[in-house]
């Protein structure tokens, strides 16, 4: 048994060889004892002896010693460890001064310990000074690196390489605020700006940071707590020390914060602890997510845990149902590795750098850059007694429901079906949404404009009696829908704009900039995205059309125009027309040549017939008299489609002759033309060379329309230049005055607009996205815009040419109608003539002559009609 104990039993823990590098310092040592026949090493050993950690890392330490003196292969060593503890007291003082009592009076070669962060942080410094290397198993801080001191070795894991579990768990479940409680103290903070980090990159952000004092009172914890309800956030990353966290969690259980809508994520602090902690603890604990590392159950291990109960429980008889957790297994393993190294330098005498560089031994632990290689992570769910495995984490794979580390499939991975099921608190198997109504959160002040016209936009009403504002119209039902489709909650207020000493919002410029001078939180209405704006705000995704088109009055200007006769139908439906006319005359003539005398003649004659016959059907004016049936039966359904098509074509026709464009070359007349009050495209008409004595701004669209009814000549306007969303609601008003001629001229729509910077604009982007693709989106228009109906509207000319896509199922039938009557008629007349088809002895092209001079003969059915009539 304990020769195998003396070999690599951890996997979370095997020992890279690294540790040699701690030989460097026992070399001048070894070489003055080589006659000897042990050489004793003082080691020195500082921990919190009131601690856990403390107390089982020492029994692990000796645990170690022995076991490896003991074994056959640490038995021929002439080294020997010789421990000499102190107790640091939970102080860094303390801490401090029993490392240099250490160092100056027993002169020990290297220091195990201290057991927290903020301990080992200033005992680094004197083993600087001393050429001491200090070595801790648990000091887990992510400000503690090899890279400060070469003298420091960190046999524990960073805690930032957890940071990346945490972030796919968030991800995992689409949260996208957390709030972060931690021990007011190096530990505590170290690991913030990595979380940071982490979750920024999943597009996720740590929404409030909560510190509590390592001492902190009862009041004081309750009073941090009572903040945490109260924010809109319920997804709660708790990193500090167990004994403080236990009181946490006592005290969030008795303030109802361990119910369903919560979630607690603890960190490997914590997590690396629960089989110690006490009962009534893990009761209040019920729900929770933790992250530790793995470690795998080998039968190595379970035969060292029942040697190290059995001895701790000898040592320590006062403490009952000890458990064991990775710490101790940290602490047994250095402990063995210096044992290694000690022996190992005396042997090979080489120098620091050589011995730190060397790693062809079997490995024992893992160290990267002087600490230890971040391994595969558990996540738990604590529940019942004790915490279950929902999952596993590796920097290769991401989330897994089983760990394979063999496995070479290294795609990355949070799908959802890699977890195992999770209880919540609150006892359920709902996942929590993360977030809840605040009960006194700041709410988002929302700057809207105040407009005379165009209410279907925006709209605010005062109510003097009440003194209340409401705010109203499409671009407040866009937002509001936005906002809900968030994952978490944001509460807004609207804010009406006005201009100083006015009434109006005379310039959304003005309107915007006020974001930038931080008087509003965000600007909604119908504000348009415009380059110069975006230089101190920042834009959502657009959620209307974008553009700029010219809108003018209607004139008739047709009765000049050749060709309007041909613009009813697009070349499509002209082409397909023509086609399935021949078609039709060529069935119609196979079906009736051989028994309608008015089907036979010179070719040219039939031929002729072939494309007189259908067209003729156009005005009924056909004189050949049809005697098949399935020519009738093809007629029938050519009829219909003729009848439909020949009125289609008349009622275009008459449309196109009573609307067309008007394109006034406004720039060479010197006209008048229109542009909304306070919007952006009065500079767009500048740089369009537009003269500034030439326009004329309108506040509503009855005013536009009075001034284009004048005329540019009676002191209206010519035409009027607007945004696509304005020109929509004035044509669907006036639709048969008024149409859009000319090119869109590029804008990028209406947006709503952030502070610079802003942590909203991405989600609220992507909320603008779900929205506008919604059958929501189209009841939101209809509800502010389907009042206004049009039924001869046309922007364009084209608009009014037939396409064939409005045909194509016609044309569909009379050609299956006619294909299939050509088949039937071509199946009998083969059947007829199979005696001809089948004569072997004749060549193809001779039956083929013989075939089609059979069907130019008449028959009997055309020599009796002939004789009837």
């Known amino acids: 048994m304990r020769k195998k104990t003396c070999k690599v039993f951890f996997s979370v823990s095997s020992f890279s060889f690294f540790f040699l590098c701690l030989g460097i310092f026992f070399c001048m040592e070894m070489a003055m004892a080589q006659n000897r026949s042990t050489i004793p090493i003082n080691v020195g050993v500082v921990f919190d002896m009131d601690e856990w950690v403390g107390k089982m890392g020492l029994s692990c330490i000796s645990m170690a010693l022995s076991d490896f003196y003991s074994s056959d292969h640490g038995s021929v060593y002439r080294t020997r460890l010789v421990l000499h503890t102190r107790d640091s007291k939970r102080d860094i003082v303390a801490a401090a001064a029993a490392a240099l009592d250490l160092l100056k009076d027993v002169e020990v070669k290297a220091i195990i310990g201290p057991t927290s962060s903020m301990q080992v942080d200033f005992i680094i410094g004197l083993g600087e000074k001393a050429h001491v290397p200090i070595i801790s198993f648990s000091a887990t801080s992510p400000s503690l690196s090899s890279f400060r001191s070469p003298y420091f070795i960190r046999a524990t894991l960073n805690d930032s390489s957890q940071v990346k579990t945490i972030s796919s768990i968030i991800q995992y479940f689409g949260w996208r605020e957390v709030a972060l409680i931690y021990i007011d103290n190096q530990f505590g903070e170290g690991i913030i700006p990595f979380l940071t980090d982490a979750l920024e990159k999943i597009n996720a952000r740590i929404h409030y940071r909560n510190d509590i004092p390592e001492f902190a009172t ?104 000890a458990e064991l957790n990775v710490f101790g297994l940290w602490a047994y393993d250095s402990a063995t590795a210096l044992a290694m190294a000690v022996e190992k330098s005396r042997n090979a005498g080489a120098s620091y750098q050589k011995l730190y560089t060397v790693t062809n031994e079997p490995a024992l632990v893992q160290i990267v850059d002087g600490q230890l290689r971040s391994p595969a992570y558990q996540i738990i769910n604590v529940i019942g007694n004790g915490a279950k495995g929902i999952g596993f984490w ?146 959502t995704l657009p959620y209307t059309e974008s553009g700029v088109a010219m809108v003018v009055p209607i004139k008739d200007k047709n009765r000049n125009k050749a060709w309007v006769f041909v613009k009813p139908l697009t070349w499509e439906l002209w082409l397909t027309s023509f086609c399935c006319f021949v078609f039709i005359g060529f069935v119609i003539w196979v079906l009736e040549h051989r028994v309608n005398e008015d089907f036979r003649g010179p070719p040219w004659h039939q031929v002729g017939l072939i494309f007189w016959f259908p067209f003729s059907t156009m005005v009924f004016a056909q004189k050949e008299k049809i005697v098949s049936n399935l020519a009738r039966f093809v007629l029938i359904i050519w009829f219909l489609v003729v009848l439909i098509l020949t009125s289609s074509y008349m009622a275009s026709l008459t449309s196109t002759l009573t609307v067309e464009k008007l394109q006034p070359e406004l720039l060479k007349s010197n006209e008048y033309v229109g542009y909304l009050r306070g919007s952006f495209v009065a500079g767009l008409l500048r740089k369009m060379n537009f003269d500034e004595d030439r326009l004329k701004p309108y506040s509503t669209p009855e005013e536009c329309v009075d001034l284009l009814s004048r005329g540019s000549a009676n002191g209206g306007i010519a035409a009027v230049f607007d945004e696509i969303p304005y020109v929509k609601l004035i044509l669907a008003k006036y639709c048969s005055k008024y149409t859009i001629v000319g090119p869109t001229y590029k804008s990028d729509g209406f947006g709503f607009a952030f502070p610079m910077g802003s942590p909203l604009v991405p989600d609220v982007s992507r909320a603008v996205l779900s929205v506008t693709e919604s059958e929501k989106m189209v009841q939101i228009e209809k509800s502010w815009f389907g009042k206004y109906t049009c039924s001869n509207s046309s922007a364009s000319p084209s608009s009014n040419s037939l396409g064939l896509d409005s045909f194509w199922g016609l044309f569909v039938i009379a050609v299956v109608a006619a294909t299939f009557a050509l088949l039937v008629f071509l199946t009998a007349f083969m059947h007829e003539h199979w005696h001809i088809i089948r004569q072997s002895n004749l060549p193809f092209h001779e039956r083929i002559r013989i075939l089609a001079r059979n069907f130019d003969r008449k028959t009997i059915v055309a020599i009796r009609s002939r004789i009837v009539n």
């Open 394 to 539: 590796t920097r290769e794979n991401g989330i897994t429901k089983e760990l394979n580390l063999r496995s070479i499939n290294n795609v990355y991975s949070i799908s959802k079906a890699n977890f195992s099921t999770i209880i919540w608190p609150g006892d359920t198997t709902s996942v929590p949404k993360g977030w809840v109504i605040p009960t006194n959160g700041k709410k988002l002040r929302i700057g809207v404009p105040v407009k005379d016209g165009f209410n279907e936009f925006v709209k605010v009403t005062r109510d003097f009696t009440t003194n209340t504002t409401t705010v109203t119209g499409y671009c407040i039902d866009v937002f509001k829908e936005v906002m809900d489709a968030l994952p978490y909650y944001v509460p807004y207020e609207f804010v009406p704009y006005v201009a100083p000493n006015g009434e109006t919002t005379e310039s959304y410029d003005d309107l915007v900039y006020q974001l930038f001078l931080g008087n509003f939180d965000a600007v909604v209405g119908d504000t348009t995205i415009f380059a110069n704006r975006s230089q101190y705000v920042d834009f």
């Open 218 to 321: 009862d009041d004081q914890i309750r009073s941090e707590l009572h903040k945490l309800r109260s924010i809109q956030t319920r997804v709660f990353i708790v990193h500090m020390t167990t004994s403080l966290s236990a009181k946490i969690f006592t005290m969030a259980k008795e303030l109802g914060m361990m119910s369903e809508g919560y979630v607690w994520i603890i960190t490997d602090a914590m997590a690396n602890e629960l089989n110690s902690m006490d009962p009534s603890t893990i009761e209040s604990m019920q729900g929770v997510i933790g992250v530790k590392p793995y470690v795998p159950r080998t039968k190595q291990l379970e035969d060292f845990t029942t040697r190290w109960k059995l001895k701790f429980q000898q040592e320590n008889p006062t403490i009952l149902n």
